[in-house]
C-alpha cells in the first residue's frame, strides 16, 4: 500500500479511507508468528523488518523461530541446520519484492 499513489480520477477520500483499514488490518494481524513468517518467504523479508511493519530486529526473528523449533521437539542446531540448508519449508520464491 506505501507505494500506491493517487491518480487524476481518482476519489481522494475513499483512497485515504482504504489506506487507513488496510494499515489497521495489518497491525492487528501482524504477531511475531506473522512478522517472522514475512521474513522467512524470500519476497517479503523486507517489509517484515521495515517500520511500516513495526519492524523488528534480526534476534527477534531468531527468537522466535528457536520458540517454534522447539515447539515441533527440535533441537537449536537441527532448526539451524535445516535453515541453513535452505530446505523447505524455507525454500522458494523470488528476491525481496517490497
Same mark, same amino acid.
Request: proline share 3%.
Given at each position: 500500500m506505501?507505494?500506491?499513489r $493517487?491518480?487524476?480520477?481518482?476519489?481522494m477520500?475513499f483512497?485515504?479511507? +482504504?489506506? &487507513?483499514v488496510?494499515?489497521?488490518? @495489518?497491525?492487528?494481524?501482524?504477531?511475531k508468528?506473522h512478522?517472522?513468517?514475512l521474513? $522467512?518467504?524470500?519476497?517479503c523479508r523486507?517489509?517484515?523488518?521495515?517500520? +511500516?511493519a &513495526?519492524?523488528?530486529?534480526?534476534? @527477534?526473528?531468531?527468537?522466535?523461530?528457536?520458540?517454534i523449533?522447539?515447539?515441533?521437539?527440535?533441537?537449536k542446531?537441527?532448526a539451524?541446520?535445516v535453515?541453513?540448508?535452505?530446505?523447505?519449508?524455507?525454500?522458494g520464491?523470488?528476491?525481496?519484492?517490497?
Amino acid at each position: 500500500m506505501s507505494t500506491l499513489r $493517487l491518480e487524476d480520477g481518482d476519489d481522494m477520500e475513499f483512497f485515504g479511507h +482504504a489506506k &487507513s483499514v488496510f494499515n489497521r488490518r @495489518f497491525h492487528s494481524i501482524n504477531t511475531k508468528y506473522h512478522t517472522l513468517a514475512l521474513f $522467512l518467504h524470500p519476497m517479503c523479508r523486507k517489509l517484515a523488518v521495515t517500520q +511500516a511493519a &513495526s519492524g523488528r530486529p534480526f534476534e @527477534f526473528m531468531v527468537k522466535v523461530a528457536l520458540e517454534i523449533a522447539l515447539q515441533w521437539k527440535w533441537s537449536k542446531a537441527k532448526a539451524l541446520k535445516v535453515y541453513n540448508l535452505c530446505h523447505v519449508p524455507f525454500a522458494g520464491g523470488r528476491a525481496d519484492g517490497l
